[in-house]
Nanobody, 117 residues
Framework: QVQLVESGGGLVQAGGSLRLSCAAS????????MGWFRQAPGKNREFVAQ???????SYVDSLEGRFTISRDDVKILLFLQMNSLKPEDTAVYYC???????????WGQGTQVTVSS
């Protein structure tokens, strides 16, 4: 069983930056595919970014290169660096983990990101 705890959310002005972190425990982190998702008020949860063991990454197209996902397999941490934030980035951001094939099976409790205009 993998446990995930996000941190780093908060209130930021448009154009600002935030760095989210996700601490993982209970699994072999280096073998996990890790991801970030977000859910805005009144909307479905959506994929943001993912990173495979070894570091290959993919992102939702709409980010336009503003976010960067990374991982530290020694400290067992996942990160999401968010730059040039926009009000439409306001959401609860979730960390997720899963095998390299299939679904994300493990989820954190989420961290709120609010971007003011």
């Amino acid at each position: 069983q993998v446990q995930l705890v996000e941190s780093g959310g908060g209130l930021v002005q448009a154009g600002g930056s935030l760095r989210l972190s996700c601490a993982a425990s209970g699994g072999t982190f280096r073998n996990l595919r890790m991801g970030w998702f977000r859910q805005a008020p009144g909307k479905n949860r959506e994929f943001v970014a993912q990173i495979w063991p070894g570091g290959e990454t993919s992102y939702v197209d709409s980010l336009e290169g503003r976010f960067t996902i990374s991982r530290d397999d020694v400290k067992i941490l996942l990160f999401l660096q968010m730059n040039s934030l926009k009000p439409e980035d306001t959401a609860v951001y979730y960390c997720a983990a899963g095998s390299t094939l299939g679904n994300f099976d493990y989820w954190g409790q989420g961290t709120q990101v609010t971007v003011s205009s």
